[in-house]
């Protein structure tokens, strides 16, 4: 018999955790006022099946103790082993349609055969079908005398709120790390087996709060250990990740090394590790330092360790190569560290110009960092190129300085890196190179190249027509690595990036090819 089997809780006494729901039903069972119904819903390997299974004694017990089942009478026996045919356990995972439940109601009015009260156990009950779930309602809302249902999910969002709305619903919260190691250490005890310390704390942390997966991880790596469960033999056995090697990684990020974190990575590859178990052991390392780090400096760089962490997790579902998005998480932190240093804003950068000579009247100001406005005809069209200098044409002794632009995105910008000034078209055109470098994943960049941008100050706006592609976009992570893309693309900062839905088509991108008189005569 498996461990967990083995350990199984018998009686509310044996449960580990979950006090407020056991001491709710042990009252309830003691008053002799059960409900008819109850919802237990909670994360996988919590007890649900097992509070259950116990609270189906209670109805039938002949010995109940305190509200607690005795354990050892016929009732209690019969239910433990299976074979009370008045206790019924249902799998709505392969019994989910409306002719199971039919046969239910069936049989639920007939008279229980052997205990005085019949008992329905449905396991995984958000898989019933929409009809199942309606079979079942008018049963639960006017049950007979004898009957009672425990239902138990993992996923409460499923069951429709006409079946919640007739059940005493009980949540059942994951187990703390003490609770699971302590648990672990008594069956070790009963089992003989020999268990160091931070072994039993690795596989509860590995257990993620759930205790029949811990118990499960117990008896794999006592079965390759010869029930010598040591912390290496451990780290080996469920690719549990080194805290050295977690240490050093955070260490080589935090000091710009990109070579050391890729060294990490490369040493895990041919040690044939599970990158994806190495990337969620190393968010709970981050999480810890989070956590650690309150009021202190260092807590904004490692809340942007667990950004990119979180984003190479969710590529390497997808990614071709299975160590990449984790590269590249490591270059894009290093590389921000060891330039985030001696590089200041554009604003303390652009130099105060030094007073200098008066130009003569007949000079023509040397050009601007910025691109100055482009002329009107006599026509008055505009011309608007992405770098159209200001034509050379004398200017009075009154204005020495050439004029700012009033259509300037931004003040003191520094130069861009794509060569080209901050608007709708450029933005148009760099849409492909904008969706590359901000690692926008596939079936959200169709969405953005779909969209026609539109800038209006430090606003820069996406607009779609389609409500889908929106909803794929206008996301805080998709919309940060957007953000961050035109950043380095244009080199301009301290914009908004935002993704709305146009009434219809959005308004076609000015004009950016430079174009002649010619061209807007012959239109």
Known sequence: MSLFLKYRPQTFSDLVGQEAVRRTLQNALKA????????????????????????????????????????????????????????????????????????????????????????????????????????????????????????????????????????????????????????????????GISAEAPALDLISRKAEGGLRDAISLLEQVAAETENKVTQEDTQLSLGVSDTGTLINLYDALKNGDSQ??????????????????????????????????LGQADLGFTLKCIEEFEVALQRLKTSPIIELPLEIAIINLTQNTAVSAPVQSPAQTVATP????????????????????????????????????????????????????????????????????????????????????????????????????????????????????REKLDQTEVKNSINKAIAALFGVEGFQVRIVKSGGSAPAAPVTEKASVDDFLDF
């Open 32 to 191: 002799q006022k059960p409900s008819h119904a109850y919802l237990f819903t909670g994360s996988r390997g919590t007890g649900k099946t097992s509070t259950a299974r116990i609270f189906a004694k209670g109805l039938n017990c002949e010995n109940l103790q305190d509200g607690d089942p005795c354990g050892t009478c016929r009732f209690c026996t019969g239910t433990a082993d299976g074979t009370l045919i008045d206790v019924i356990e249902i799998d709505a995972a392969s019994n989910r349609g409306i002719d199971e439940i039919r046969d239910l109601r069936e049989k639920i009015n007939f008279a229980p055969n052997v205990a005085k009260r019949k008992v329905y156990i449905i396991d995984e009950v958000h898989m019933m079908t929409k009809e199942a779930f309606n079979a079942l309602l008018k049963t639960l809302e006017e049950p007979p005398d004898h009957a009672f249902f425990c239902l138990a999910t993992t996923e409460m969002h499923k069951v429709p709120e006409t079946i919640r709305s007739r059940c005493q619903t009980f949540s059942f919260q994951r187990f703390t790390l003490d609770q699971l190691t302590d648990r672990l250490a008594y069956i070790a005890e009963k089992e």
């Open 260 to 293: 050391a974190g890729l060294n990490i990575l490369k040493h895990l590859s041919q040690n044939g590790s599970d990158f994806r178990s190495f990337g969620h052991d190393f968010l709970g390392y981050l999480r810890e330092q989070m956590l650690s780090q």
């Open 354 to 469: 030094k007073p200098t000579v008066p130009p003569k009247p007949q000079a023509t100001p040397a050009p601007t960092v910025t691109p100055a406005a482009a002329p009107k005809t006599s026509d008055g069209f505009v011309f608007e190129g992405d770098t159209a200098p200001t034509p050379a044409a004398p200017i009075s002794p009154e204005a020495n300085a050439p004029a700012i632009p009033t259509n300037s995105v931004k003040e003191n910008t520094a130069p861009p890196a794509t060569g080209e000034s901050l608007n709708a078209g450029t933005l148009k055109r760099q849409m492909e190179n904008i969706a590359q470098k901000a690692g926008i994943a596939v079936f959200a960049k169709k969405s953005f190249l779909t969209t026609t941008p539109s800038v209006d100050g430090n606003l820069i706006t996406f607009n779609t027509g389609s409500e889908f592609h």
